[in-house]
């Protein structure tokens, strides 16, 4: 049986978009629903479908099965297109701009035991005060807090230590 041949409408079809919608509205509204469609992109997938019906009105014979049927395709084709989206979000140079290149382990090793020799000549308040505040990046608040003393004292002792690891790093350049 060739498909060529247009359905004759019965007395349940009807002749025009606009009846269909209103006769099928009810289940379209269950279907994007269902799918939990944002109400901006759900008008565009429904204009869509609408469109693909009109296309191909004279070959569909259950014209409300079509619409319906088409509809939950798009609506799933929806998510499927936002799922690639977020994986595909960002481009090589933004990622970069992101997360920038870390500095080789050797590198930081060497950093990291030059500041612990750096560190040793403060005494426990300030070890303690510049670790919250520059270590764990904790506000002057946050470190008044966590060591009981008040938010001021806190940054008059951060700045105490600071300048002592400086000149700690001034007289012995090397860090040994």
Known sequence: MAVTESAAPTSDTPETLEALLDKVRPRLKQVLKKYDIPFQDAEDLLQEACLDLLRKWDTVRSKDAWL?????FKCADYWKGRRTERVQGFDPPELNEISPPQAPE???TEVLHDLRHLVRGL???????VYFRFGLGLSSDEVALRLGYRSSSVRKLAARGLARLQRSA???PTGR
Do not use: P
């Open 123 to 129: 005494d426990d308040r300030h070890l303690a005060i």
């Open 68 to 72: 319906v049927g088409t509809l939950r």
């Open 170 to 172: 001034a007289d012995d």
């Open 106 to 108: 050797q590198e930081r």
